[in-house]
C-alpha cells in the first residue's frame, strides 16, 4: 500500500514538471496575438501667430515653408509713433529722476547764501522805513527844489524875450519851440522836486512799512526752508512722480515690443496671410506655423473594439509612401462620444457602425510624415 502511495506522488510531481517546462520554453511568436486596425490621417497642432495691437505691417522676415527658431523675429509693424512714445517717457523718467536726487541733496550753499543776502536787504529797507526820513535827505531835496526853480525861472524868462522875437519874425519857428520845450522841461522838473521834498517831510507811510514787513518775512520763510531742506512729504511726492514715469516707461517698452512678432516654437511656416504695407487688425493671424517633429494621427476605430484600447497603449503606424516601415506612437486621446453614427440605430448590426476617434501622438524628427498624408494605426493585442 505504502509503495502504491508513493508511485502516484512520483507520477503527479513529473507531470508538473513537464508542463511548467513547456510554458517556460514556448516562443513568442507562440503567443496568440490580435490586432486592431484604425486608418486616418496625420495632423500638426497649427498655431495662429497674431500681433497683440493693430497696425500697418512694415515687414515680414519669413515666407511659407520657411524653418523658424522659437523666439525669432518673424514680422513688425510700423513703430514711428510708438518709438516717439518712447523717447518721451524716457525724458519725463529723467526729468523726475533729476527733480528726486536735488531734493533728497538738499539745497546748495550758494542758494542759502542769495536767499540770506536777500533777507539783510529786505530788513535794512525796513529799519530805513520805520526810522522816517532822515534832515540830510530832506536838505538834499529841499536843494534840489531850489535848482529846479531856478531854472524854470530862467526858462520861463527865456521864453517871455523870445516871444517877441518870434513875433517880430526875428527867430525862426525852429528856434522857438526849442526855447518853448526848455520852458516845460524845467517846470516839470520842478514839479517832481517839490513832490519829493512833500513826501520826505511826510515820511514813509505806513503802507510802505506793512509791504516791507510781508515782504521780509516771506524772505526769512524761504531762507528757512532752505537751511531745513525739503520736507518729507515734497520728498515722497517726487518719489512717486518718478514711480509713475517708470510706469508709463515699461507701458511705451511693452507698446514697442508689441509691434514685433516673434515665434513661439521651432517649426516651420504653413502660410502667411498679410504682405507688407496691409494694415492688420488686433488678433489677426499673420502667420501660421506648426512643429513637425510632433505630428499626430486622427483615427477611427469600431465600437465593438473601444474596450480594447486605452490611453497611452502602444501603437505602430503604416503608411503608402513608406511601406514596410513601422512609426511608433501613443494613444493620448479617446472620444467619449461616437464621431458619425447612421441615421436610426434599431439592431445589433447598426450599433457596430458607431465609430469612435482617436488620437495617436507620434515624434517625427527628420519630418517624413507630413499633414494630410493617410495612415494606418495598427494597435496589438496580447492574449
Same mark, same amino acid.
Given at each position: 500500500?505504502?509503495?502504491?502511495?508513493?508511485?502516484?506522488?512520483?507520477?503527479?510531481?513529473?507531470?508538473?514538471?513537464?508542463?511548467?517546462?513547456?510554458?517556460?520554453?514556448?516562443?513568442?511568436?507562440?503567443?496568440?496575438?490580435?490586432?486592431?486596425?484604425?486608418?486616418?490621417?496625420?495632423?500638426?497642432?497649427?498655431?495662429?501667430?497674431?500681433?497683440?495691437?493693430?497696425?500697418?505691417?512694415?515687414?515680414?522676415?519669413?515666407?511659407?515653408?520657411?524653418?523658424?527658431?522659437?523666439?525669432?523675429?518673424?514680422?513688425?509693424?510700423?513703430?514711428?509713433?510708438?518709438?516717439?512714445?518712447? +523717447?518721451? /517717457?524716457?525724458?519725463?523718467?529723467?526729468? !523726475? $529722476?533729476? #527733480? *528726486?536726487? =536735488?531734493? %533728497?541733496?538738499?539745497?546748495?550753499?550758494?542758494?542759502?547764501?542769495?536767499?540770506?543776502?536777500?533777507?539783510?536787504?529786505?530788513?535794512?529797507?525796513?529799519?530805513?522805513?520805520?526810522?522816517?526820513?532822515?534832515?540830510?535827505?530832506?536838505?538834499?531835496?529841499?536843494?534840489?527844489?531850489?535848482?529846479?526853480?531856478?531854472?524854470?525861472?530862467?526858462?520861463?524868462?527865456?521864453?517871455?524875450?523870445?516871444?517877441?522875437?518870434?513875433?517880430?519874425?526875428?527867430?525862426?519857428?525852429?528856434?522857438?519851440?526849442?526855447?518853448?520845450?526848455?520852458?516845460?522841461?524845467?517846470?516839470?522838473?520842478?514839479?517832481?522836486?517839490?513832490?519829493?521834498?512833500?513826501?520826505?517831510?511826510? +515820511?514813509? /507811510?505806513?503802507?510802505?512799512?506793512?509791504? !516791507? $514787513?510781508? #515782504? *521780509?518775512? =516771506?524772505? %526769512?520763510?524761504?531762507?528757512?526752508?532752505?537751511?531745513?531742506?525739503?520736507?518729507?512729504?515734497?520728498?515722497?511726492?517726487?518719489?512717486?512722480?518718478?514711480?509713475?514715469?517708470?510706469?508709463?516707461?515699461?507701458?511705451?517698452?511693452?507698446?514697442?515690443?508689441?509691434?514685433?512678432?516673434?515665434?513661439?516654437?521651432?517649426?516651420?511656416?504653413?502660410?502667411?496671410?498679410?504682405?507688407?504695407?496691409?494694415?492688420?487688425?488686433?488678433?489677426?493671424?499673420?502667420?501660421?506655423?506648426?512643429?513637425?517633429?510632433?505630428?499626430?494621427?486622427?483615427?477611427?476605430?469600431?465600437?465593438?473594439?473601444?474596450?480594447?484600447?486605452?490611453?497611452?497603449?502602444?501603437?505602430?503606424?503604416?503608411?503608402?509612401?513608406?511601406?514596410?516601415?513601422?512609426?511608433?506612437?501613443?494613444?493620448?486621446?479617446?472620444?467619449?462620444?461616437?464621431?458619425?453614427?447612421?441615421?436610426?440605430?434599431?439592431?445589433?448590426?447598426?450599433?457596430?457602425?458607431?465609430?469612435?476617434?482617436?488620437?495617436?501622438?507620434?515624434?517625427?524628427?527628420?519630418?517624413?510624415?507630413?499633414?494630410?498624408?493617410?495612415?494606418?494605426?495598427?494597435?496589438?493585442?496580447?492574449?
Amino acid at each position: 500500500m505504502k509503495k502504491l502511495l508513493v508511485w502516484t506522488l512520483a507520477f503527479f510531481c513529473s507531470l508538473t514538471l513537464t508542463y511548467a517546462a513547456q510554458t517556460l520554453t514556448t516562443k513568442p511568436s507562440q503567443i496568440n496575438v490580435a490586432a486592431i486596425k484604425a486608418s486616418g490621417n496625420f495632423e500638426v497642432d497649427e498655431i495662429g501667430l497674431s500681433f497683440k495691437m493693430g497696425g500697418r505691417l512694415l515687414d515680414r522676415a519669413c515666407n511659407e515653408g520657411d524653418v523658424i527658431n522659437a523666439g525669432q523675429q518673424i514680422g513688425r509693424l510700423e513703430d514711428a509713433e510708438v518709438q516717439e512714445e518712447v +523717447g518721451l /517717457r524716457e525724458a519725463e523718467l529723467e526729468i !523726475a $529722476s533729476a #527733480a *528726486l536726487s =536735488e531734493l %533728497e541733496a538738499g539745497y546748495r550753499v550758494e542758494d542759502i547764501a542769495q536767499a540770506e543776502a536777500v533777507v539783510q536787504r529786505l530788513k535794512a529797507q525796513l529799519s530805513e522805513l520805520q526810522a522816517g526820513t532822515r534832515t540830510e535827505e530832506i536838505a538834499a531835496a529841499k536843494a534840489q527844489v531850489k535848482t529846479a526853480r531856478a531854472d524854470a525861472a530862467k526858462a520861463a524868462n527865456d521864453f517871455a524875450r523870445q516871444s517877441k522875437l518870434h513875433e517880430k519874425e526875428a527867430i525862426s519857428d525852429r528856434e522857438f519851440e526849442i526855447v518853448v520845450a526848455n520852458r516845460d522841461m524845467t517846470a516839470s522838473r520842478l514839479a517832481e522836486a517839490e513832490a519829493h521834498l512833500k513826501l520826505a517831510k511826510e +515820511g514813509p /507811510r505806513q503802507e510802505q512799512i506793512t509791504a !516791507a $514787513s510781508f #515782504a *521780509l518775512a =516771506e524772505a %526769512e520763510t524761504r531762507l528757512n526752508l532752505l537751511k531745513n531742506g525739503p520736507r518729507k512729504e515734497t520728498i515722497a511726492q517726487a518719489r512717486g512722480r518718478l514711480h509713475q514715469a517708470e510706469r508709463a516707461l515699461a507701458l511705451a517698452k511693452v507698446h514697442l515690443e508689441n509691434t514685433l512678432l516673434k515665434s513661439p516654437i521651432n517649426g516651420r511656416v504653413l502660410t502667411h496671410n498679410a504682405h507688407p504695407g496691409e494694415y492688420v487688425a488686433l488678433g489677426t493671424p499673420v502667420i501660421t506655423v506648426a512643429n513637425l517633429e510632433k505630428i499626430w494621427l486622427r483615427a477611427f476605430i469600431n465600437e465593438t473594439e473601444i474596450g480594447l484600447v486605452k490611453i497611452g497603449q502602444e501603437v505602430n503606424v503604416l503608411t503608402d509612401s513608406f511601406p514596410g516601415k513601422e512609426f511608433k506612437g501613443k494613444i493620448s486621446f479617446i472620444s467619449s462620444e461616437p464621431e458619425f453614427t447612421p441615421k436610426t440605430i434599431q439592431t445589433t448590426k447598426e450599433r457596430v457602425k458607431l465609430m469612435y476617434r482617436i488620437k495617436v501622438d507620434m515624434v517625427n524628427p527628420d519630418q517624413e510624415l507630413k499633414p494630410g498624408m493617410p495612415g494606418d494605426a495598427v494597435i496589438y493585442l496580447v492574449n
